[in-house]
Nanobody
Framework: QVYLVESGGGLVQAGGSLRLSCVAS????????LGWFRQAPGKEREFVAS????????EYAGSVKGRFTISRDIVENTVYLQMNDLKPEDTAVYYC???????????????????WGKGTLVTVSS
């Protein structure tokens, strides 16, 4: 079992920045993928960014590439999502998710992920 707790969401104006955090606990892991997904009202949950715990390689959705940065702190078991130049279309509940590496061979999808946090709401006003 892996427990994930997100924080850092809030209300921000377009063009602003937020940093989301996700603390993972429950078991030690090395060969894993931690990802951020988001779900806007009336839409399906979609991939945002992911990071291989070891060696730290990253992947991004096209809509956020160049604006968002995913990183991790191995000592603190924490994954971050730095979001810059936020747009109203970034408004969504953002979820942190975990999967063992063997389950993620291409761009992560919600179906790949085994454990989820409860999410944190990001609202971007125009």
């Amino acid at each position: 079992q892996v427990y994930l707790v997100e924080s850092g969401g809030g209300l921000v104006q377009a063009g602003g920045s937020l940093r989301l955090s996700c603390v993972a606990s429950g078991r030690t892991f090395t060969r894993a993928v931690l990802g951020w997904f988001r779900q806007a009202p009336g839409k399906e949950r979609e991939f945002v960014a992911s990071i291989d715990w070891i060696p730290g390689s990253t992947e991004y959705a096209g809509s956020v590439k160049g604006r968002f940065t995913i990183s991790r702190d191995i000592v603190e078991n924490t994954v971050y999502l730095q979001m810059n130049d936020l747009k109203p279309e970034d408004t969504a509940v953002y979820y942190c998710a975990f999967a063992p590496s063997w389950k993620v061979t291409t761009t992560p999808t919600p179906a790949n992920m085994d454990f989820w946090g409860k999410g944190t709401l990001v609202t971007v006003s125009s």
